[in-house]
């Protein structure tokens, strides 16, 4: 098939090829229903139910795409949209918009030196050695600390102009961590998820550069703007559902003022009547970080015959 020739009605989406955001985001579009089949050394993947290309992506080159318009839609970290921002500030024009926070990802992009060393603070690296794969906002941040700035200002709001620095910022594209040992620089700017890494790296954090997690961003000038909703919309409708369940549960009337006080639900909890008098059926949403709580309140409460069921797809406001 002639793939090249079957986009020009397509909206195209980009998605991360590969990396720490892939399998997260492979699982976002099954639950959206995005039906598709990647071919074998392919980068494009025709969606089937929907008139949309699926391209396959660096994370950190996607921006970019998206950015110029080449590219309608695209899944990738906060983290790269600043590293590319940092470099080629948005205009009316140009530039992406952020649709969606996916939830997924989170880490932070941190200026981090040896446990063990002499360098405790920022400006003890300045004039010095720092490896990183984010040289844009590296850059950026060491420019605005030298200028005087505080330690952990927002690298993004340094403008390309003020960006030579005398800290020498040295690109490393993977494995940064083992810069330091290596003695290839000083102190290192990397993402941190656990820290485990860092930790085992024998390496400490002194400054935040960039909170990041994975973020659903849209082109100024998407080819299909009522598409772009109907994705977006389908895939807030499955971030809502991995973040509640469906309660279940049985409760006397007398006391359903207060069951409902813990089941608040998104607006108001669903109840019915039940045959037996006095009593009612109750079903609300609850967030899944709290169910085993909301659970033991209930029954405190009087509840009865509680369930909890999973929810695989959700359109809710």
Not at 38 to 56: G, K
Not at 69 to 79: K, S
Not at 129 to 147: I, K, M, P
Not at 237 to 252: D, E, M, P, R, S
Request: charged share 25%.
């Amino acid at each position: 098939m002639d793939l090249v020739n079957h986009l020009n009605d397509r909206l195209l989406f980009a998605i991360p090829k590969k990396g720490r955001l892939q399998q997260a985001t492979l699982d976002l579009l099954h639950g959206a229903d995005i039906q598709f089949k990647r071919e074998i050394r392919l980068d494009i993947a025709l969606v089937q139910n929907l008139p949309i290309a699926l391209i396959f992506l660096p994370a950190a080159d996607i921006p970019t795409f998206v950015g110029e318009g080449r590219v309608d839609l695209g899944i990738t970290g906060r983290d790269q949209v600043a590293e590319h921002e940092a470099v080629i500030p948005p205009t009316d024009t140009t530039g992406v918009e952020e649709v969606l926070n996916l939830g997924f990802g989170k880490c932070r992009l941190q200026v981090q030196v040896p446990e063990k060393g002499e360098i405790t603070s920022t400006r003890d690296l300045i004039g010095k050695n720092v490896a990183t794969s984010f040289v844009n906002l590296a850059r950026a941040y060491f420019a605005e600390l030298e200028g005087g700035g505080p330690d952990n200002v927002p690298a993004e709001s340094a403008t390309p102009a003020r960006n030579e620095t005398k800290t020498s910022i040295r690109y490393v594209g993977g494995s940064v961590e083992t810069a330091c040992a290596l003695g290839v620089a000083d102190g290192i700017v990397d993402l941190v998820e656990s820290g485990e890494t860092m930790k085992a790296a024998g390496l400490k954090a002194i400054a935040t550069v960039v909170e990041s997690t994975a973020i659903l961003i849209k082109s100024k000038h998407a080819s299909n703007p009522s598409l772009v909703d109907l994705i977006a919309s389908r895939i807030r409708g499955v971030i809502t559902a991995q973040k509640f369940v469906l309660c279940q549960y049985n409760v006397k009337r007398a006391d359903l003022e207060k069951a409902a006080r813990i089941t608040p639900g998104k607006r108001a909890p669903t109840i019915n009547a039940l045959e037996q008098d006095g009593w009612v059926a109750v079903s609300s949403m609850v967030e899944k970080s709290k169910i085993a709580t909301v659970m033991d309140e209930l029954t405190v409460v009087g509840a009865q015959d509680i369930l909890v069921l999973a929810i695989t797809n959700s359109r809710t406001e």
